[in-house]
Nanobody, 129 residues
Framework: QVQLVESGGGLVQAGASLNISCTAS????????MAWFRQASGKEREFVAV????????FYGDSMSGRFTISRDNAKNAVYLQMNSLQPGDTAVYYC??????????????????????WGQGTQVTVSS
């Protein structure tokens, strides 16, 4: 059973960049599709990005494409989210999620929270204006 731990969140100013990480503290993510979701206060959890288990195909939520980049390093059992040009509207708790074993090869699939079995505890990202 994979266990996920997020890190790297913090307080930044609008326009800044931030890279957050998700590391498996138990198990291996090699055969898992990995995703980032975010949840702002009082709102539902929102899909951010997903990356396939070994082909490195990615898909992004509409408001993230072009500013956010998801990547993974299976040797380090880690997934990353590089966020650029951050805005106050990006303020949220960012969650890492795993779905597997996976055969995901790209496209608008696995965009819903119920499609993921394992979640991290989240890391807070706050963007000040």
């Amino acid at each position: 059973q994979v266990q996920l731990v997020e890190s790297g969140g913090g307080l930044v100013q609008a326009g800044a960049s931030l890279n957050i990480s998700c590391t498996a503290s138990a198990g291996t993510i090699t055969n898992y599709a990995m995703a980032w979701f975010r949840q702002a206060s009082g709102k539902e959890r929102e899909f951010v990005a997903v990356i396939s288990q070994n082909i490195d195909t990615t898909f992004y939520g509409d408001s993230m494409s072009g500013r956010f980049t998801i990547s993974r390093d299976n040797a380090k059992n880690a997934v990353y989210l590089q966020m650029n040009s951050l805005q106050p509207g990006d303020t949220a708790v960012y969650y890492c999620a795993a779905r597997g074993p996976s055969t995901y090869t790209g496209g608008s699939y696995y965009l819903s929270t119920y499609e993921y079995e394992t979640w991290g505890q989240g890391t807070q990202v706050t963007v000040s204006s």
